[in-house]
């Protein structure tokens, strides 16, 4: 086989990972490009208990600025996974941490792209989960986080920041109940009803 068709591309490895997750039966969403924190991550998939992050690594791409991109998955997923091609399998576990997971993928003898996860993503140990809960809570427009203070009639809601209304559910809901909110919005996300003003903190 060609070096050409043989070389991994960032779109087919996108295309093997969704349709890996979008297989299963259970309820989820994946976003795209999604800005966290200086970084923009490559695919943010939503599932009803957690948020876990993948970094593609293709074969045309360099790892000089995965240190830093993975400081910033880290202080808005719960769980993190690189994904490489073989170009550098061999050694990406030396770029990222331990409790990284690891997914890999090939191109097969008849040209199809196979995905197989070598390391399962474990939390991070050192990780604080009100501060994560909080980042998290950012991804939210404003008007989500309003949604969910009028919802669960938490109080009001006019003039106040991204900031306040963040602290507003998570005094009146709790962590857990505020984590489950938060998952739930980014899944139902409606982006024909968005406006400028939802992704301001002010």
């Not at 309820?27 to 599932?47: H, P, Q, T, W």
């Not at 992050?53 to 045309?60: A, H, Q, T, V, Y």
């Not at 404003?142 to 949604?147: A, F, G, I």
């Amino acid at each position: 086989m060609g070096d050409k068709i043989s070389k991994l591309y960032d779109p087919d490895m996108r295309e093997a990972l969704f349709s890996l997750y979008e297989g299963m039966n259970e309820r989820l969403r994946f976003f795209e490009e999604l800005v966290i924190g200086k970084s923009r991550a490559d695919a943010i998939l939503v599932r009803e208990n957690e948020i876990v992050g993948f970094e593609i690594k293709s074969d045309m791409d360099s790892l000089v600025r995965l240190e830093k991109q993975v400081k910033n998955y880290e202080r808005f997923c719960d769980r993190c996974y690189i994904v490489t091609g073989v170009h550098y399998a061999d050694r990406i576990d030396d770029y990222v941490p331990k409790h990284w997971g690891i997914y890999e993928v090939s191109l097969t003898d008849n040209g199809e792209y196979h995905i197989e996860m070598s390391r399962e993503a474990v939390h991070n140990p050192k990780e604080r989960p009100r501060v994560k809960l909080k980042n998290q809570m950012s991804l939210l427009w404003r008007s989500e986080l309003v949604s969910i203070i009028r919802t669960n009639k938490y109080g009001g809601v006019s003039g106040k920041n991204k900031r306040i209304l963040k602290e507003q559910i998570i005094e009146k809901a709790g962590d857990s109940l505020a984590r489950r909110f938060t998952y739930d919005a980014l899944i139902e996300r409606d982006y024909s009803i968005y406006r400028k003003e939802d992704g301001d903190e002010s």
